[in-house]
């Protein structure tokens, strides 16, 4: 039975599903595609020193996360980019491949493809999981290079004390190139810092020396630990080689010493009279200080220089050694002849030494008293002598200090 005035419903219920419909494919068709215009800027690309590119170019419609590698014709994979995130954009996102590809080698870092056929694979993954993936072939040329090396990497010594007493002060880094390339080194701290020893440094074939002193570019010293060294080899190429080392530093420091005390007596003397030096000198540093002889109380005279003694026994010997000097005004040596009476920096007999007849040490804080004397030959009224703190091959620490006149009677 049919009501007075009714319709039937199904019209209205297909109209209905006809128009959701309508909405779904709407948006369907509006939904940009998760990956699309993957594009080579070549089929053929043939590497070169000059830096030269190939591009390779790809839209991406909704956020995801993108893979770009290539696989050569055994089927072998080099990524180029892994899982690395991308937005939605209305420009394409390029990536341009210089020919090399990372590698698990421990040493060779980065290395140019060998010739050959390549698929170039842009890979895409959106949030939901759904996946996209484009293929392109590339043919590579003209890349049969030797790949580079560092060989016969060596330190010595292992553990360095950069404390400016000639012993140990300096590592040296040998190393030996198969061929001319690029090479950089870089240390890293143990907190983890790093800075760079050599940038950029243009190095032919053959054995190459590299000496690091235990410190920063700036010449600040750095605390003691063990350091890590990189090395790296590059080409023009962009096939790049590393290989590191550790270096330990001990005992670093700055040496210092002070002339606490200095008495120049007497005053008066006759000609061929002996006047004497009495000195006490402080270790004002963190590090031991290196010393020889004469010893304290050796006596010289005006017409000698302590390289002339002892048939040249005490002769300067390489930067790291001190000694205490006395000097005059009118002398007329200058340089390495200044200062020509010196004595140890210990008032221990040579026997005692911490290396017997050779060598001794003054401590961190420790205070030694120093005795020299001089048989006065020069033949003029008055000479006007002065002490100072001598490191031998380095320089004056203390200079001119302690003036005091002597008059000379004949």
């Known amino acids: 039975m049919?009501?007075?005035?009714?319709?039937?419903?199904?019209?209205?219920?297909?109209?209905?599903?006809?128009?959701?419909?309508?909405?779904?494919?709407?948006?369907?068709?509006?939904?940009?595609?998760?990956?699309?215009?993957?594009?080579?800027?070549?089929?053929?690309?043939?590497?070169?020193s000059s830096g030269q590119t190939l591009n390779i170019s790809y839209n991406i419609g909704r956020e995801s996360e993108v893979s770009i590698y290539l696989i050569d014709a055994a089927g072998t994979q080099f990524d180029l980019r892994r899982d690395e995130p991308r937005t939605a954009a209305d420009d394409a996102y390029t990536l341009r491949f210089d020919g090399t590809v990372p590698t698990?080698?421990?040493?060779?870092?980065?290395?140019?493809l060998p010739s050959g056929d390549y698929t170039v694979v842009v890979a895409a993954t959106a949030e939901n999981g759904e996946t996209a993936a484009q293929r392109l072939p590339l043919r590579i040329s003209g890349t049969d290079l030797p790949l580079p090396d560092i060989e016969n990497l060596a330190v010595a010594p292992e553990a360095i004390s950069p404390n400016a007493d000639a012993v140990d002060d300096v590592a040296e880094i040998t190393y030996q190139l198969p061929f001319s390339a690029t090479v950089d080194i870089a240390l890293a701290t143990p907190a983890g810092q790093q800075f760079?020893?050599?940038?950029?440094?243009?190095?032919?074939?053959?054995?190459q020396r590299f000496v690091w002193d235990g410190k920063r570019p700036d010449g600040s010293l750095l605390p003691n630990g063990v350091y890590t060294y990189t090395i790296s080899v590059a080409d023009d190429?962009?096939?790049?080689?590393?290989?590191?080392?550790?270096?330990?530093?001990?005992?670093?420091?700055?040496?210092?010493?002070?002339?606490?005390?200095?008495?120049?007596?007497?005053?008066?003397?006759?000609l061929g009279s002996t006047i004497t030096v009495t000195l006490r000198i402080r270790?004002?540093?963190?590090?031991?200080?290196?010393?020889?002889?004469?010893?304290?109380?050796?006596?010289?005279?005006?017409?000698?220089?302590?390289?002339?003694?002892?048939?040249?026994?005490?002769?300067?010997?390489?930067?790291?050694?001190?000694?205490?000097?006395?000097?005059?005004?009118?002398?007329?040596?200058?340089?390495?002849?200044r200062y020509p009476f010196r004595w140890a920096l210990s008032q221990k007999p040579p026997e005692q030494w911490k290396i017997p007849g050779v060598e001794d040490w003054l401590m961190p804080g420790e205070e030694v008293e120093v005795v020299g004397r001089v048989v006065v030959q020069q033949r003029e009224t008055k000479m006007s002598f002065y002490?100072?703190?001598?490191?031998?091959?380095?320089?004056?620490?203390?200079?001119?200090?302690?003036?005091?006149i002597i008059e000379i009677g004949f």
Request: with cysteine; charged share 20%; hydrophobic share 35%.
């Open 283 to 337: 270790n004002t540093g963190t590090v031991p200080i290196r010393t020889y002889g004469p010893p304290s109380g050796y006596t010289y005279s005006t017409d000698q220089v302590f390289s002339s003694v002892e048939d040249g026994r005490y002769i300067s010997q390489a930067g790291g050694f001190w000694r205490i000097g006395m000097d005059w005004d009118a002398n007329s040596g200058g340089g390495a002849k």
């Open 237 to 270: 190429f962009g096939n790049l080689a590393q290989r590191q080392g550790t270096i330990t530093l001990v005992e670093v420091g700055q040496p210092e010493a002070r002339i606490v005390y200095a008495n120049i007596a007497p005053r008066r003397v006759m």
């Open 387 to 404: 002490v100072g703190l001598i490191q031998d091959g380095v320089g004056f620490f203390q200079d001119r200090t302690g003036r005091t």
């Open 196 to 207: 760079a020893l050599l940038t950029r440094s243009e190095e032919g074939p053959g054995p």
């Open 104 to 112: 698990d080698d421990p040493v060779l870092k980065r290395r140019l």
């Open 2 to 48: 049919t009501l007075p005035n009714s319709q039937p419903r199904w019209p209205a219920f297909a109209t209905l599903l006809v128009t959701l419909a309508c909405i779904l494919v709407l948006g369907a068709c509006g939904t940009s595609p998760l990956l699309s215009e993957v594009q080579l800027s070549a089929e053929t690309f043939e590497p070169t």
